[in-house]
């Protein structure tokens, strides 16, 4: 199955299954499916190849939860600026 690990707050990475049509690369924003609700992650990881038992030792509970979506890192770079560029003019400062 192919996978990608993904990093959410703390340091330990968790393996989620990529959708058929994903490719996804390390550093990418990812949208996941997680056992306490959807949230968002980044890839520790480009798209991997691994067995269900492989995943199992590594501690992996099978099946893995789903990756959503995901936004490629270079495009959510250049929305984070162009976000970024919005809020600075549509807020007035003090000085």
């Known amino acids: 199955m192919k ?14 299954e990529v959708q058929p049509g994903q490719q996804i690369e390390k550093g990418d924003l990812l949208f996941l499916e997680t056992c306490q609700g959807k ?10 190849e691994a067995s269900a038992g492989v995943l199992e030792r590594l501690g ?26 919005s809020m600075a003019r549509s807020q007035e400062l003090p000085f």
């Open 3 to 16: 996978i990608v690990f993904a990093k959410h707050e703390d340091p330990k990475e968790y393996a989620f």
């Open 39 to 48: 949230t968002f992650a980044f890839a520790s990881s480009g798209t991997e």
């Open 60 to 85: 992996a509970y099978i099946p893995l939860k789903k990756v959503l979506g995901y936004i490629p890192r270079e495009r959510f770079s250049d929305a984070i600026v162009q976000i970024g560029k």
